[in-house]
């Protein structure tokens, strides 16, 4: 008896549908994400374009980080809708249970996927600058001895000059500070200076160092050299409570942009998310109908 239904069928009936086909979310994730590259270099060209320094005509940091944050989203809702879509279309899903299931492993992923892609190339390109930051600080953190020759060499000095120049500089200044030479005065304020910052017994020993030596060089009293320097030390004070309060503002100003961004990076993996599912089911009431 024949009963009009295709070997397909048949076998669908049989032994039941196949809930979950991984070649149609294989073929779906790639439809997702060769759409999310292709828009994402669409749009790296359309903010390209909007570049002008000639003119004077960028735009603001602001405004260019929300647009391109817009421009995300949407494609993003596009390529993993796209993507759902496919793999719920090419796997066959009857069931609308089945299809979302399709699109939140397609969304699952292009997640995924896309996470390695940013930490195995992105993350090593960045690990090789951080690498050569690394030789470089290394490398200006050599003794003198081995760094002058080389920077002799690119800059065309006589090596012989720069090793004078570094004697002159770790020359020891006369004891007297009348008998000082302004630059030799200079230096050794310059030394005594951390000794002053950290206080204590040390601190008024080198302050005191000071004050003898701006009495000497100015030609003035010791009271009206003490002064001075403890109007210098009171003005250093100021502005390094200023710099730490600065810093500290900073500090809070990127962490709650870190906080935002975060939040909107949520907010777009769950809107993906329910692109994908959306484009799943769509394609199981079109196949139902």
């Known amino acids: 008896m024949t009963t009009g239904m295709t070997p397909a069928e048949e076998n669908a009936i049989l032994h039941g549908p196949k ?4 070649g149609a979310i294989f073929a779906g994730v790639v439809i997702a994400v060769a759409i999310q590259l292709v828009l ?29 944050g817009i421009y995300w989203l949407i494609t993003t809702i596009v390529a993993l809708g796209a993507g759902g879509y496919a793999a719920a279309r090419v796997g066959g899903a009857t069931d609308r249970f089945d299809a979302l299931v399709h699109g939140m492993v ?18 090593g390109i960045i690990g090789g600058a951080f690498r050569t930051v690394g030789a470089v600080a290394g490398a200006a953190g050599s003794s003198v001895g081995a760094v002058a020759p080389r920077a002799a060499e690119v800059a065309g ?22 008998q000082m030479t302004p630059e030799q005065a200079q230096k050794e ?29 100015r ?8 002064a001075q320097v403890t109007r210098a ?36 993996l769950l809107v993906g998310a329910g692109a994908a599912g959306f484009g799943a089911t769509a394609a199981t009431r079109r196949r139902l109908r």
Do not use: H, N
């Open 19 to 22: 809930r979950l086909s991984w």
């Open 40 to 68: 994402g270099i669409l749009g790296t060209g359309i903010g390209l374009t909007m570049v002008d320094p000639v003119e004077g005509t960028t735009p603001g940091a602001a405004g260019f980080g929300i647009g391109a």
């Open 106 to 123: 397609v969304w699952g992923v292009t997640l995924i996927l896309t996470l390695y892609l940013l930490t195995s190339a992105v993350g």
């Open 157 to 178: 000095v006589d090596e012989g000059d720069v090793r004078q120049e570094a004697a002159a500089y770790l020359s020891a200044a006369p004891a007297d500070p009348a």
């Open 189 to 217: 304020i310059a030394k005594q200076l951390p000794a002053m910052a950290r206080g204590g017994t040390g601190g008024a020993q080198a302050e005191a160092r000071v004050v003898d030596i701006v009495a000497a060089q």
């Open 219 to 226: 030609k003035i009293s010791r009271p009206e050299a003490q």
């Open 233 to 268: 030390k009171a003005d250093f004070v100021k502005t390094k409570d200023k710099a730490v309060a600065t810093a500290k503002s900073a500090t809070d100003t990127a962490a709650g942009a870190a906080a935002g961004t975060s939040f909107i990076i949520v907010l777009a």
